[in-house]
Nanobody
């Protein structure tokens, strides 16, 4: 399966963006999808995740209340709605898929995800 992330861009602080991640096929019956981000010189960090049913979501504390992850299974697409953006949200955002999620919570470890999109740059100006 291939993941295609899009929707990044330049926005002023306080503004909004919506990222999309389209999967080439819905091959797996159970999976987690997540958004990670990586700022220059920093490690990749978990942002938000969603279960295959959409019934479970998980957010990093830094984005809770500002970002919303959702899924449209008819389009094989996951979204990240980002509101009240801050300059510290500036990063390359990656979508990822964990095709063997197990029974536990949505993983926040990048190593748990075996499919990755190419990344989309989000720049928030102050």
């Amino acid at each position: 399966v291939q993941l295609q992330a899009s929707g990044g861009g330049l926005v002023q602080a306080g503004g909004s963006l919506r990222l999309s991640c389209a999967a080439s096929a819905r091959t797996f019956s159970r999976y987690f999808m997540a958004w990670f981000r990586q700022a220059p010189g920093q490690d990749r960090e978990f942002v938000a995740g969603i279960s295959w049913s959409g019934g479970r979501t998980s957010y990093a504390d830094s984005v809770k209340g500002r970002f919303t992850v959702s899924a449209d299974n008819t389009k094989n697409t996951v979204y990240l709605q980002m509101n009240s953006l801050k300059p510290e949200d500036t990063a390359v955002y990656y979508c990822a898929l964990d095709s063997d999620p197990g029974l536990g919570p949505i993983s926040r470890r990048s190593a748990a995800y075996n499919y990755w999109g190419q990344g989309t740059l989000v720049t928030v100006s102050s």
